[in-house]
Nanobody
Framework: VQLVESGGGLVQPGGSLRLSCAASGIIFSIYTMGWYRQAPGKQRELVATITSGGRTNLTDSVKGRFTISRDNARKTVYLQMNNLKREDTAVYYC??????????????WGQGTQVTVSS
């Protein structure tokens, strides 16, 4: 299983970035996909998730600025980040999770991509 993130980089406050995560080795369409982030000295936190049915959830601090979407044909999940703030600076990780009847959990992570918001 591989989750490969791309699209990170340096951007000025107020700018935009789109992160992509390409998955292989899983039946992508049945997994809940998510984006997490970890800033220096802080714990990893949930940013956004999207279920196999397309239902989305975003943490309060990014609502109205970030959008998560998925393309099952391309086995890719996206995070569109607009109006970026310095506090969005972190390593962003892609996650794929599948829970089967509460008895088995499949949980995979990408290697992370750095997002730096700075002037």
């Amino acid at each position: 299983v591989q989750l490969v993130e791309s699209g990170g980089g340096l951007v000025q406050p107020g700018g935009s970035l789109r992160l992509s995560c390409a998955a292989s080795g899983i039946i992508f369409s049945i997994y809940t996909m998510g984006w997490y982030r970890q800033a220096p000295g802080k714990q990893r936190e949930l940013v956004a998730t999207i279920t196999s049915g397309g239902r989305t959830n975003l943490t309060d601090s990014v609502k109205g600025r970030f959008t998560i979407s998925r393309d099952n044909a391309r086995k890719t999940v996206y995070l569109q980040m607009n109006n970026l703030k310095r506090e969005d600076t972190a390593v962003y990780y892609c996650n794929a999770v599948l829970v089967i009847a509460t008895t088995k959990t499949y949980d995979y992570w990408g290697q992370g991509t750095q997002v730096t918001v700075s002037s």
